[in-house]
């Protein structure tokens, strides 16, 4: 079997897979994460598999939509700081 590492020519699959274990941001499920369901639901082995299976294209997305989502987070806890 392909490692995460050999499949994908950037680390964007390796990135995914990262967030799938843990999210900095995670409070649990969140409807707006296309991650958090899995994140809670799927075993580390499920988690691997359903990385494999991505195209890159929805690898992308993904991280783009995580991306947006952690900027939202990010700004909304710095208006609340010192």
Do not use: W
């Not at 680390?11 to 707006?32: K, P, V």
């Not at 296309?34 to 997305?61: A, C, H």
């Amino acid at each position: 079997m392909e490692s995460i590492l050999e499949k994908s020519r950037d680390t964007s699959r390796a990135l995914l897979f990262g967030l799938l274990a843990n999210c900095i941001f995670s409070t649990g499920i969140n409807e707006q994460c296309p991650l958090s369901e899995l994140r809670i639901n799927l075993t580390t082995e499920e988690k691997y598999e359903f990385v494999m299976g991505l195209g890159d294209e929805e690898i992308k997305s993904i991280l783009v939509q995580h991306t947006e989502c952690s900027e939202r987070r990010l700004a909304s806890l710095q208006q609340f700081g010192p």
